[in-house]
Nanobody, 127 residues
Framework: QVQLVESGGGLVQVGGSPRLSCAAS????????MGWFRQAPGKEREFVAA????????HYADSVKGRFTISRDNAENTVYLQMNSLKPEDTAVYYC????????????????????WGQGTQVTVSS
């Protein structure tokens, strides 16, 4: 059974730097790109960042570029999202997801391109 488990969220002050983790189990995800998305109350799920299967390429939403860093450890089947300089508008539930295409070098920004999702972790930024 495929399972993605996010952790590392919580209540953070403006300017904080938490790191989210997403541990994958049930299959090997090292051959697939992975992404982070977020969803704030009343809003649609939006792309945050994605990383190629081999970690060589990354892509970020403009809203987080320069503040967030996505990385992965394929030996541990884990993907990370280092979040720096948090703002109140970063408050959301953060989800990790696995791209459907094996060995793809294209980094997708739409949720429909991802076929496995975690349950999400809440990040609340207080001012």
């Amino acid at each position: 059974q495929v399972q993605l488990v996010e952790s590392g969220g919580g209540l953070v002050q403006v300017g904080g730097s938490p790191r989210l983790s997403c541990a994958a189990s049930g299959r090997t995800f090292s051959n697939y790109a992975m992404g982070w998305f977020r969803q704030a109350p009343g809003k649609e799920r939006e792309f945050v960042a994605a990383i190629q299967w081999n970690g060589h390429g990354t892509h970020y939403a403009d809203s987080v570029k320069g503040r967030f860093t996505i990385s992965r450890d394929n030996a541990e089947n884990t993907v990370y999202l280092q979040m720096n300089s948090l703002k109140p508008e970063d408050t959301a539930v953060y989800y990790c997801a696995v791209d459907w295409a094996i060995y793809s070098e294209v980094l997708h920004i739409f949720p429909d391109n991802y076929n496995y999702w975690g349950q999400g972790t809440q990040v609340t930024v207080s001012s």
